[in-house]
């Protein structure tokens, strides 16, 4: 293996000492965590916050899904759900599926996979984290202070009016912003400026070029959102009148501008996802990516594509019918990358040499939601099926189905798949295939009815419902608890496996993948040897070693 | 239609929309459903096909020819550009209200819906329309945005505080269909529902003469109930041109084409206003009222800037009369049959 023979050269004396030691042994007091640089520990932070702001959206969500056992009032009143729904909304787009994927593992692998020892600005990379929790505790500050309840959309001119929390709760999300823009900043100029020698922009790993590709957006789009959001929070506190058509201003604009940001916003939430299926197809299957330039440019693609669709939230909003169909056919345009890559992902697995590990399941949970789910979107887009579904529960089930399970499935295939590497600990993996087939039934059994209750024409965001849905609501809230039980497993047998004595071994899964070219966990510099990009992220033509682990 | 419609949970199909697009509704689908299983199918195929049977063996690199991926990208975007030309056909007849539509004027507010017909009877929270005839419900908004929605007739239209939005359907059966309110709108946004009944032709009729259909309110009760008074009539451009009257708007403004204090009202609608320092601007809908509201924000240039403002003095609903009644004067009308006394309009300037 030319990569062990490389690392095994022998080096000056600091790397004796330095073996054995990994980003976690190196120091371990609290402040070294609370004031590190390193992309690594950044990362690690960013996981557990945005994870337990996936457990308190995710709190949310089942209150609602259990208040709707019944038609009329069953736990809670009339302001106190509206407040829930949109709280679910805010905390799981905002504080954890925009930041979740690429503020924890694009944090901790990408700098790995293209042979650097950081990103390129480390300080900014923390300032990024602390922006990042500032905004999150000023949007759990408005949850006690009188709450939320304009939807997670924000829409005028109710927003300007509601009686709610709204002006720390956009100023939250406008901070959460600034550090999405952050730290797509720096990957943007850590891929452009920090590749290992060697290393071309056609060798990347596939998971690069889906951060990239989402940085991009993340750094074009959000200071949009940021704006509309700054328009809606004065608007509401000086009483300005900025989309009061009363005083001349037009509602309808606050859509457009909402839009242009949070429908890019969608691929910044499945890109990275995208990019992790990319990883695991190859790693289990042990193949090459069917066609690499596909699954790469695709990702551009969805980027630059993604920009000009924002017009089909709007299709009954009263936009113009030259508009209305413009924006459908440039939205089947998206399908279009998102279907290459489909294919080019099923097209790997032939001919490969794959083990069903739990990792695997998440990427057929993914091609699964995601083909149905996007399928779905294409349906919206022929513009007159929308005009029905249009804010009913088929429109929920869609973007959990695309968006939520998408991102979801690859955030839990990531985490499985790299917890090793962050750890050095092994799941279990009987624990872990129980698990991923309870979230996938869970997942399915949850929002396959609210399709069917969109179609029966039930309107979203009602706290109470006429008694004919009533069936489909509870067996969605079942699914949702199925669902819950999954995603607590996980929790149990992960935290578990923190105290196991067993050592995962450098690269348990025999990646080729160039962040498992070193020891697992990672020494607090990443590499103690250059990384050698001579064989391929993706070359399983040589079985890579399944390396020992480091000394203890 | 009917087995298709349950299967799909559909309600049943009132409209004359219902048919076209519940079968796409069930070719999408179908073509949604065995796709994804398709390949979810394929995906398990190559797990058990290809598992792993020796722990190290190594796998040839592969590649896509060229022709295979252009062959399968292109057939999927050829079945869509299919999918989006019948959906979009079918949305141009949605959008689209024929001219002899029975015309009824909705007005939505928190937590209500209020209907006015043509004969100055009004309802509140039930629509009655007769089977087989078209209508054509013109809709605003008092207070925030909610959004008409009859799942029956597969319609929605979105209804926006200060402007007109239009929405029409022709129901093909007698009953009586679910209204609801698809926009949140706060806190009791899930009782915002309504009815609508229709009527076969000979009982419409008999509604027509009857005075003591419960749903009916007298013009006063509506008022109680927040109505919304002197628009309540027939023809919204007439009411924009009578609050233009009352408000002394066509003092300064001409709707003949000749400037005058203000520019005229004549082809402005969707025409470039040139604006001081070679800027510009669409006069559209957002254009004209925040012209009545702000007046100085944007001034057409040659104009001095001595409109006051109508913020207070205009409601919404006749501030967006009014933009209706400018819609309909467009350009190379009338000749100008007046010559405009030059201090025509002088008391209005203050």
């Known amino acids: 293996m030319a990569t062990t023979a490389d690392l095994a050269q022998p080096l000056p004396e600091p790397r004796r000492a330095a073996r054995g030691r990994s980003y976690l042994s190196d120091e371990v007091t609290i402040v070294s965590w609370l004031t590190t640089t390193d992309h690594k520990r950044i990362g690690v932070m960013f996981f557990v916050a945005t994870t337990l702001a996936f457990a308190l959206g995710g709190f949310f969500a089942m209150l609602l899904r259990l208040e709707h056992l019944t038609p009329g009032p069953t736990l809670v009143d009339a302001m106190t759900y509206n407040r829930m729904f949109t ?75 509601s009686p709610s929390a709204v002006v720390p709760a956009v100023t939250g999300v406008f901070i959460v912003g600034m550090s999405s823009i952050l730290t797509g900043l720096n990957f943007i100029v850590t891929v452009h400026t920090l590749r290992s020698r060697g290393l071309g922009w056609l060798k990347l790993p596939l998971f690069v070029w889906a951060i990239y590709a989402t940085s991009i957006i993340q750094v074009l789009a959000t200071p949009v959102l940021g704006m509309s959001l700054a328009l809606v929070g004065l608007d509401h506190a000086l009483d300005l009148g900025i989309f009061d058509p009363a005083r001349g201003g037009d509602p309808v604009l606050f859509q457009h501008l909402f839009w242009f940001y949070s429908h890019p916003a969608v691929y910044i939430m499945i890109l990275p996802s995208m990019g992790v299926i990319s990883e695991l197809v190859c790693t289990y299957s042990r193949k090459n990516p069917k066609s690499y330039k596909a699954i790469a440019y695709s990702s551009l693609g969805i980027a630059a594509v993604g920009f000009l669709t924002w017009g089909h939230h709007l299709f009954v909003a009263g936009i113009s019918v030259f508009d209305a169909g413009a924006f459908g056919i440039l939205s089947m345009l998206v399908g279009i990358f998102s279907a290459i890559k489909v294919f080019t992902w099923i097209g790997t697995m032939r001919r490969g040499s794959i083990v069903l590990s739990t990792p695997m399941v998440y990427v057929c949970t993914f091609l699964f939601l995601f083909v149905f789910g996007g399928m779905t979107g294409i349906a919206f887009a022929t513009t007159s099926l929308d005009v029905h579904w249009h804010d009913t529960y088929f429109v929920v089930a869609h973007f959990h189905f695309i968006m939520v399970g998408g991102a979801l499935a690859g955030w839990l295939g990531a985490l499985h798949y790299w917890w090793p590497k962050i750890t050095g600990r092994l799941y279990s993996e009987r624990w872990g295939l129980l698990a991923s087939a309870l979230v996938f039934a869970g997942f399915v059994t949850t929002f396959f009815p609210q399709f069917l209750l969109g179609n029966a024409g039930m309107p979203r965001r009602y706290f109470e419902y006429p008694a004919k849905f009533q069936v489909l609501h509870v067996m969605s809230t079942l699914g949702a608890t199925i669902l819950a039980a999954g995603l607590l497993i996980t929790l149990i047998y992960l935290l578990a496996s923190l105290f196991s004595k067993e050592r995962a071994g ?47 | ?89 079918q949305y141009v007849d949605i ?126 009760d509506f008022e109680r109930a927040g109505g919304t008074g002197e628009l309540d009539r027939s023809d919204l451009a007439e009411q924009g041109r009578a609050v233009a009257a009352r408000r002394e708007c066509l003092a300064c403004h001409t709707i003949d084409g000749q400037p005058h204090v203000g520019p005229t009202w004549r082809g402005l609608f969707d025409a470039t206003v040139p604006l001081e320092g070679n800027l510009t601007v669409i006069a559209d809908e957002a254009y004209l009222t925040r012209s009545m509201m702000d007046p100085m924000a944007d001034v057409h240039r040659g104009f001095r800037p001595v409109m006051p403002t109508y913020q207070g003095i205009l409601t919404a609903p006749e501030a967006a009369a009014i933009v209706e009644y400018i819609k309909t004067l467009r350009a190379g009308g009338i000749e100008p049959s007046v010559q405009l006394p030059t201090d025509a309009g002088a008391g209005a300037r203050d």
């Not at chain 1, 694009?106 to 020892?117: C, E, R, S, T």
């Not at chain 1, 949850?143 to 309840?149: K, P, Q, V």
């Not at chain 1, 990009?533 to 993706?538: D, E, L, N, Q, T």
């Not at chain 2, 065995?34 to 190594?58: D, E, K, N, Q």
Request: charged letters at 15%.
């Open chain 1, 506 to 552: 450098n690269n348990p899964w025999r990646s080729a993948g160039f962040e498992w070219r070193t020891s697992s966990p990672p020494p607090k510099h990443n590499f103690t040897a250059l990384l050698d990009v001579s064989r391929g992220a993706y070359d399983y033509t040589e079985l890579p070693a399944e390396e020992e682990a480091a000394d203890p």
């Open chain 2, 95 to 220: 959008e689209s209200p024929p001219a002899d539509a029975i015309e009824v004027q909705v007005t939505a507010k928190q937590w209500m819906w209020k209907f006015s017909y043509a004969d100055e009877r009004r309802s509140i929270n039930v629509l009655t329309v007769p089977v087989g005839r078209p209508v054509r419900l013109t809709m605003t908004s008092r207070d925030v945005i909610h959004s008409f929605f009859v799942p029956a007739f597969r319609i929605k239209q979105d209804v926006v505080p200060g402007r007109y939005v239009t929405a029409w359907f022709q129901a093909t059966s007698p009953g009586s269909y679910d209204i609801y309110c698809a926009e949140y709108c706060g806190i009791s946004h899930s009782r915002m529902l309504a009815t609508v009944n229709v009527l076969a032709a000979a009982d419409y009729e008999q509604w027509l003469s009857t005075r003591n259909d419960t749903s009916l309110l007298a013009a006063e």
């Open chain 1, 87 to 161: 709280l679910h909304g805010v905390i799981m787009v905002f504080l954890f599926l925009v930041p979740s994927i690429p503020t924890a593992f694009g944090n901790f692998v990408l700098p790995m996979m293209i042979g650097a020892k950081d990103v390129a600005f480390p300080r900014l990379n923390l300032a990024s984290f602390y922006v990042y929790l500032t905004g999150a505790t000023l949007v759990l500050y408005s949850m006690f202070a009188n709450g939320l309840d304009t939807g997670w959309t924000f829409y005028t001119p109710y927003s300007a009016q």
């Open chain 2, 1 to 89: 239609m009917t087995w298709i419609r349950w299967l799909l949970f559909l309600p049943p199909g009132a409209s004359t929309f219902a048919d076209g697009i519940d079968l796409l509704h069930f070719a999408v689908i179908s073509v949604t459903m065995v796709g994804a299983t398709g390949v979810a199918f394929v995906a398990l195929w190559y797990l058990m096909r290809y598992r792993r049977r020796a722990p190290l063996a190594p796998t040839a690199l592969l590649q896509a020819s060229l022709l295979g991926e252009v062959t399968i990208i292109g057939s999927i975007l050829g079945l869509f550009v299919i999918f989006w030309v019948i959906g979009f056909v």
